[in-house]
């Protein structure tokens, strides 16, 4: 069964605390996405990667780490320096960066900072 | 980056009603996509637009990119409960690797 997986579905964390989600696709897609959500305020980009071992900022990456060591998995870090961490994060793949591709999105990890 | 805009924010119509939601980009886009989020859900891909004044149809809905690539549209005839969710539009440049969503367009439909 192909597809994108993050977990956990939702996260908590105290304040200070540096937090990394997890993103796994088997669909041997090239371009890997973190993107966060807040209500009202679409999609914004934090990281995107086009190829293992290489990745680039996106519009809002202050804050947050990636690293992709595999084709097949892209990790977020929520640093303590995120001022505002608290959102639903998703998770896509598409087959390359080339945007007439389509983006497969995982099922998202709602985090909380307490 | 460059900005695409997406109005309404919100639309509450009733079943059966028609519904449309506006995709603006002040740049021109290689492309537009549209996606569906479901409330709780994740966003799905429904579509993609390339050519300029094109037009496409999925049963119910219908998609438009103006003749300029500068804007476009989703209009949905005779809403059913099952449309409800938030329809994003996102598009892209052809200088640019990443897709720019839009705030998207949050579709209630009550019976």
């Known amino acids: 069964d192909g597809g994108i997986t993050q977990s956990p579905k939702y996260l908590f964390r105290k304040e200070g605390q540096n937090v990394t989600l997890s993103c796994e696709q088997n669909?041997?897609?090239?371009?890997m996405y973190w993107y966060r959500q807040d209500p009202g305020q679409g999609l914004r980009l934090i990281y995107y990667?086009?190829?293992?071992?290489?990745?680039q900022k996106g519009d809002i990456a202050e804050g947050y780490s990636v690293s992709r060591e595999k084709k097949e998995s892209f990790p977020l870090t929520v640093t303590s320096a995120q001022k505002n961490p608290t959102a639903f994060y998703l998770c896509?793949?598409?087959?390359?960066?080339?945007?007439?591709?389509?983006?497969?999105f995982g099922p998202g990890t709602r985090l909380t900072v307490l | 980056g460059q900005q695409v805009m997406q109005i309404p924010q919100y639309q509450h119509v009733q079943e059966g009603e028609d519904f449309t939601t506006y995709c603006n980009s002040s740049?021109?886009?290689?492309?537009i996509q549209w996606y569906k989020q479901r409330p709780g859900g994740h966003p799905v891909f429904l579509i993609q637009?390339?050519?300029?004044?094109e037009v496409k149809k999925q049963k119910r809905l219908t998609f438009q990119f103006g003749e300029a690539k500068k804007n476009s549209s989703l209009h949905i005839t005779a809403t059913q409960t099952t449309d409800v969710g938030t329809y994003f539009c996102?598009?892209?440049?052809?200088?640019?690797?990443?897709?720019?969503f839009g705030k998207g367009t949050s579709l209630l439909v009550t019976p």
């Open positions: 990667s086009q190829i293992v071992n290489d990745f």
């Open positions: 637009l390339v050519k300029s004044g």
């Open positions: 996102a598009g892209a440049t052809n200088s640019g690797y990443a897709l720019n």
């Open positions: 669909l041997n897609h090239d371009a």
């Open positions: 740049t021109t886009l290689s492309n």
């Open positions: 896509a793949s598409s087959i390359s960066t080339f945007p007439y591709n389509e983006q497969f």
